[in-house]
């Protein structure tokens, strides 16, 4: 689609008048821009004044029901009598194809129609044109907007990022798939993205559970089922533990220094294995190499039935040795950090409003969380000089990254730091209490497919459709759980409501694709395509299709928005939107007759969004 090609459409809908020019508008990406052009361009020439006041005086109604523009009646022309000037605007109004005859006036908002007669040519031919571009808009990952040339930007996104000490969490799920679904918004928005996974498989942690290892199993013999062997062993390992972490809060909290405490049985034992590792112990580190590869394993399989890949597999233990001493010097050339009896720690009152102690290096001289984080950062910024960076991380980190993006700056790196973005969710799922202690990351899909065979027998006229093969079961189990996960605002706890989430109820993933399917099925039957005429089009004029074109032609402004959010939520709820709309574009239609060539064009226009959408997010149609 070119600028003349969209001329010699709306040629079509008798609007010969060239596109009204604004900065702003983006007339080749938003279809819904034309119809604010024409509409600015007509106000202006009313009101007089600059034309561009009149664009920007310009909202989208948040609701279809409020009309498809608004004009801010005092932003239009300050200080006027606000009923005065709509009455005089509608009075005046020209005639013009794209709308109804008059707009209307409401509150400060002088509100507008598209007019359905012309919509349905404008729309579906828009969008048959742009195909999987549509709502794609590939300028925005380029340094310089305008010019291809100057190449492209690069994010790179850590997300995932599971510990290998124990089972994979809901915090992890969740990650997973929102970092999944950004950095599928950004890839579409022209970025080049690398997607990382930061393994938490280094630190104390490990050493307690190499410490549990070689207490309850001597033998050192992995079973059957390693994985399930080994997160027996952590849970063992923990209970011994808990009581002695708690001892040591509790001196702690009576201000009595619990150092003390660490010399003594599994503290002591845990700091000792984690110090081999750090020395590179044979023994401990093929303990270490041996619970890696499991988990590794297992995750690649959650992995792919997601649908999901990463372009690196990094992790803690990966951060390099010479770049964490490299920012242990800069911490301590710049007095950042200090030394307190054998470890070195940054006292963060001195720099913050907020108190607080980060240890950089612990007593036994070995690296911590935050050390191997900030080090992370610099190896990854010399690796793919990013423009962004992006972490997808659950809440329980905040402070964390605060912390961390805070020392940056303070290392005097505030250009890196400001390329830092965290991006949280809450972490709080019902998720592990429904799986059980111990459960594996297969567990999880297992358990949605198991429930999406049970829900497809139940709905014989659905599975008709979707087919009920094995491979069906997978892939719209998978769906249920993706758009659960992604139906919620990052902020809000999820339920992991497996009875829910594989239910044909609306809005869910089982629904979506059943909408898909209905579309690819209907568009079957299809005649070949004819050059339509404008009757064809006219037939496409109830109200019930109006609403699917009106929704339909907002679809690059909720990618955009999403874009800008990073909440996979809003093209979810956008999708809801159209296929709770979508069944009254089927009244009437007897498939087993077939379709006509233009109900071909609008099926074909909704199949095209929902499938962009969802590609959009990470879910793919189970039926191809
Ligand atoms: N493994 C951590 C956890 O489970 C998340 C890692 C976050 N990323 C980072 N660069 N610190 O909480």
Redesign the pocket.
Known sequence: LTVTGLEALLGDIGLQTPIPHFAEADVLNKPRDIARSYFADILSSLVGGDPANAYNSIQWPSNIDNGDLAAILPKLSHGADYHALALDLITKFPECPLFIRRPFEEGMHLRMFYQPRTLPRLVLSYINDRKQSYGRDASLGLHHLTSPESGRKRLVI?FS???IDSEF?A??LRSTILGASIASIYGSMGWDVTKIN???DWGKPLGLLGAGWEKFEPEGQFQADPLRHLFDVYHKTYERFEPEQAAYKKARDEGKDPAELETQELFAERNAFFKRMEDGEEKALAFWKRVREINIDSYNQLYSRLNISFDEYSGESQVSQETMAEVEDILKNKGICEADGPSWIIDLKKFTKKAGREIIRDRTGSST?MLR?LA?VLDRDRKYSFDKMI?V??T??KD?FSRLFKILELMDLPDLAGKLEYVSFSGVSQMSKKLGRGHTPDDILDQCQAAMRTSLKENPEKATLLGSTEETVASVGTTALLAQELSARRANDHAFDISHMTSFEHGTGPDLQYWYARLCSVLKTAPDPVELSDEDFASLREDGVTNVLRLLATYPEITNSTYRNLEPVTVMAYLASVTDHLSSCFEGIEESDGITPVQATLFEATRTVLENGMKLVGINPAIH
Request: glycine share 6%; no cysteine; net charge negative.
């Open positions: 850590e990022s599971p510990n969490q915090k992890h930061y393994l938490g969380y984080d992370a972490y991380v659950a329980d980190n964390h």
